[in-house]
């Protein structure tokens, strides 16, 4: 049983028993309305509760005025609808759909347009929005344990990336299958959808860690793949090779660092300046090598100016914090 539905549960009793208290009728209702308000993140629980209030007056109004004018008729809610649902939609209310249907319906069912009855639903929505809300801000899971977890996933298959790129260069014929880049990507995917519902759950002190954090990841991750790629072509052990392969194992090191050590793009820099003094091929089959080396080696610039521009956004956020 998932915490959601222990939260709506003691929602729509709460507002059942707040309906009958206060003689509102029909209590049922408020209990339906409190059902549909709650949600999976405060913000998102207290803007939808915003937007249904103020979706359903609105269809309370239209309603009235419809119905006072053709009469209680079936044909008259369909008149509602058709006039109704596109405004709620064209002014983002759509969300409040239902809970207007709702409202409008015990209205019908009263065959009666009165002040009492008016405010009648409008508290049946105080009761049922009102305990919903309360119920979203009281209790919401904390995400910090599983996103550390995915974190420290993400780095160990990172970790392990390198390192089997580096064995690569070492030794061509080194076979490796890769499902640590599957691995990476499902971690990074679900701490990303946790990260945002850990930030709608804070209502005050906004937390932007963990959406850069997993952004930064994700374009590494394209990066990662792109030097596989090059990897791909390299069917020979050359010495240059061997270099490279040094920097990926310091970097299969470095990259469970929460800030940005800087280490391997000063060796990084430091090789690409060697590789230029270097002689030039002298064969197609050293010219097919090195040029991927050389792009690989590229790509590998490229994945440390993510860290160095993300990481730092991360450290000057956290400092203002």
């Known amino acids: 049983m998932g ?8 929602a729509a009793i709460a507002a059942i028993y707040t309906a009958v208290y206060f003689g509102l009728e029909p209590p049922l209702g408020a209990g339906i309305l409190a059902i549909l308000g709650v949600e999976v993140t405060r913000m998102k629980g207290l803007k939808s509760a915003i937007v249904r209030f103020i979706a359903s007056v609105l269809g309370l109004f239209l309603a009235s005025l ?49 002040s009492a009855i008016i405010g009648n639903e409008i508290m049946l929505l105080f009761a049922g929005l009102g305990w919903a809300t309360v119920l979203n801000f009281v209790y ?22 390198f390192t089997e790129m580096a064995l690569t260069l070492r030794n061509p014929s080194h ?9 990476a990507f499902q971690a990074i995917e679900d701490g990303a959808q946790r990260s945002i519902r850990n930030r709608e759950n804070r209502i005050w002190g906004q937390e932007h860690y963990w959406s850069t954090y997993f952004e930064m990841r994700r374009q590494q991750l394209d990066s990662v793949q792109k030097m596989l790629v ?15 392969a040094e920097l ?26 060697r590789f230029r003094g270097m002689e030039l091929p002298r064969t197609r089959e050293e010219f097919e090598v090195r040029a991927a ?4 080696l590229h790509e590998l610039q490229r994945y440390l100016a993510i860290a160095k521009r993300l990481k730092r956004k991360r450290l000057s956020l956290s400092t203002n914090r």
């Open 66 to 114: 419809i119905f006072t004018l053709f009469g209680f008729q079936i044909w008259a809610v369909a008149v509602f609808i058709l006039i109704t649902f596109p405004i709620l939609s064209r002014f983002q209310l759509k969300d409040g759909i239902v809970t207007s249907s709702v409202i409008v319906f015990h209205l019908f069912n009263r065959e009666e347009v009165t």
């Open 293 to 296: 080396l050389l792009t690989l």
């Open 175 to 183: 076979v490796w299958g890769g499902e640590e880049l599957l691995a």
């Open 140 to 161: 919401m899971p904390k995400d910090e344990k599983q996103l550390t977890s995915n974190r420290l996933a993400i780095e160990d298959n990172f970790s392990v990336i």
């Open 248 to 273: 990926l194992e310091r970097l299969a090191s470095d990259v469970k660092s929460e800030v940005y050590e800087g280490s391997v793009e000063t060796r990084l820099q430091e090789l690409s300046l």
């Open 230 to 244: 090059e990897l791909a072509f390299v069917y020979e052990k050359w010495p240059q090779g061997v270099l490279i």
């Open 3 to 10: 915490i959601r539905v222990v939260k709506t549960a003691l």
